[in-house]
Structures are given as structure tokens and as C-alpha cells.
């Protein structure tokens, strides 16, 4: 098993279906009345977030739980990051503390690669910068793999802010070493073809939504990152909606058994429209109680639980 997910790249096609597998072990779990494993008793995992987040966050700590460790959770906001701490300093004191696993969410990209260069533990990349988040790839590849049985050959959209976005990149990476066929789609200006070579070969790229639904298992709508934009890459919001937003003529065009994901949150009404987020075809809220099996199954093989 690898000791640390910095990047989805980190995964090969066995490694990453053990996850998953594991993932669906986890899941059973939660349909329990008990919903505790022992596995991680005496363990301690620390969520250091210096970026702002809600599933992700609590997410982790729910999984740490149910596992039994000890959980330490830590926010840039209120602590001596906020009086000019560096990461490398907090790494430091949270070594002396003697943390096993550190989850951590951070603005920029390769922050958790510089953290892995100083604490003995596990890191676990929470998302960093536009950079990655392979957690969210592995809960969405969960969920594409219990809604349609595979993963193997399955035709996926993914479809907004590429260049903005972490989770874009790490699907891209995980869904193409399991198997899948992914198309990225958006307007030219949040897809620059160098960013779309640099995902990995062999994806496809398109600025017309409308000519892909017709022939996708599933569409991944993602958030349009406007925190994370400096310039303007479209004309207005309600011009990127008409263009790039899902509503509910456009999911019509779906074939029937097609599902839509977003990782949350969502601009509702913008990228993706509320009869199109609370239809059946939506998977938003199986999305986040998966990542709670998700990232079970990986602070348990990554500190050292056997399938
Ligand atoms: C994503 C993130 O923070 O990268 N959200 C998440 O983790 N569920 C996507 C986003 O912010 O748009």
C-alpha cells in the first residue's frame, strides 16, 4: 500500500479498485445501528484546513471517527497562521504531537508534498490550490461504480471550470487508469488546450455541451470558481449558464440511464439548475455520504488495515 495520497496519479488501477472496495466494506457499516470500527483506536489523524470547506472537512472527520482514532481538527482561522506561522513550522509541532495521518486542505498547490518532507505520518491531500483532490475522485469513482456497476468503458463529461478545478484533474487521472472514457468540456477560455494536454493524453475536448450529452453515462458538472479568478472568462453568468449550464431541457438529451454529479457546492442556477440538482438522475448527496466511506477506506489501508 502507498504511505501517502498527494496526487490521484499516486493510485494504479489495483491499488485504487482496493480502495473502492474497501470503500463498499465501509459503506455496509453505515447501515448499521453501531456505526464504530475499532481498527484506528489509539491512532491520531489531524485535519489541517487552511482553505475554507464543509464536505470535505467533515467528511474526514466523520471517517476518523467511525474508525475510532483520535481526531485533532485544525483551521488557519484562529490559530498562530493567522500571526505569520509557516506550513512548515505547523508541520513541525504537529510531528511532536505524534500524528499518524494529516489531512491536509491547503491554497497552494504541492503543499502536501512539501508537508510529506516533514512529518513521518501519512498526508492525505484534502484538495490543493487548482492542483488536486483525490479523495473527491475516489468517492465520485465510488459512486459511478454502485449507480452503474462499472467504471471500465463508461463515457464521462465533465463539464465547467476545468482550469480552476482540483477535482476536475484528479477524476481525470483516476477515471482514465480504471478505464474510463472522459471528455472535458467548457468554453475555451477555462479549457487552454495546454491544460487539457496536461490532464492526461488521450482525453477528448469540447466546447459544445450540447453534442456530448446524447452519448454519456455521466456528467460532472463543476463549480464555476469565480474566488479563483483573476480575469473575466466569460461575458457574464447568465451567458455561461445558457452555454454550459444544466437544466432540464438539456438533461432530457441524457440517455436513461445517465446520472449527474457535482461535487458541491453548487451556483444553483448557474452551472447546474435546482430541478436538475434535486431530480432522480442526481447523485449530489449520494456523492457526500460515499466520501465518508471513501476516505474510510483510505486512512485505513493507508495507516496500515489490510482489505
Ligand atoms: C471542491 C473543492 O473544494 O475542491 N469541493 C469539494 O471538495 N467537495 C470543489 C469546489 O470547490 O468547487
Redesign the pocket.
Known sequence: MIKHLKSAADLDAATATLILDTAGEMAALAGREVKKLPTLRGRTVVNLFY?D????RISFEAAAKRLSADVINFSAKGSSVSKGESLKDTALTLQAMGADAVVI?HPASGAPHRLASWVDGSVIN??DGTHE?PT?ALLDAYTMRSRLGKIEGLKVAIVGDVLH???ARSNVLLLTTLGAHVTVVGPPTLIPLDVAAALAPGIKVTYDLDSVLADSDVVMM??V?TERMQDSYFPSAREYSRRYGLDAPRMRKLPEHAIVMH???MNRGMEIAPEVADSSRSTIVEQVAN?VSARMAVLYLLLGGKA
Not at 470547506?53 to 470535505?56: D, G, I, L, N, V
Request: net charge positive.
Open positions: 482553505e470547506s464543509t464536505r470535505t486542505r484534502a484538495g483532490h473527491q478545478s482540483r477535482v463543476l463549480r470558481q461535487p458541491g457546492p466520501g
